[in-house]
């Protein structure tokens, strides 16, 4: 293989590297936080947490300025 292939090969790679960090990284952070959240239910209320539709939106609406600024990183 010559040198231009394998240069562009390895260019190539890292989607691919960072797609799968960022796959396992969110799925340990989403269990983490649902055990959080199941953990202090339990704590608080002995049953299902009660999430009011306020709760809900400033929830997504951070969750949406982390990927905002995580999406940045790569300016």
């Known amino acids: 293989m010559s040198e231009?292939?394998?240069?562009?090969?390895?260019?190539?790679?890292?989607?691919?590297?960072?797609?799968?960090?960022?796959?396992?990284?969110?799925?340990?952070?989403?269990?983490?936080?649902?055990?959080?959240?199941?953990?202090?239910?339990?704590?608080?209320h002995a049953g299902p947490p009660k999430i009011s539709t306020g709760d809900a939106v400033k929830t997504v609406i951070g969750v949406v300025g982390l990927m905002r600024g995580i999406a940045s990183l790569g300016d």
């Open 4 to 44: 231009q292939n394998q240069l562009l090969t390895a260019s190539e790679g890292w989607q691919t590297r960072i797609l799968l960090v960022g796959t396992v990284l969110g799925a340990l952070i989403g269990a983490g936080t649902a055990y959080l959240l199941i953990r202090t239910a339990d704590e608080k």
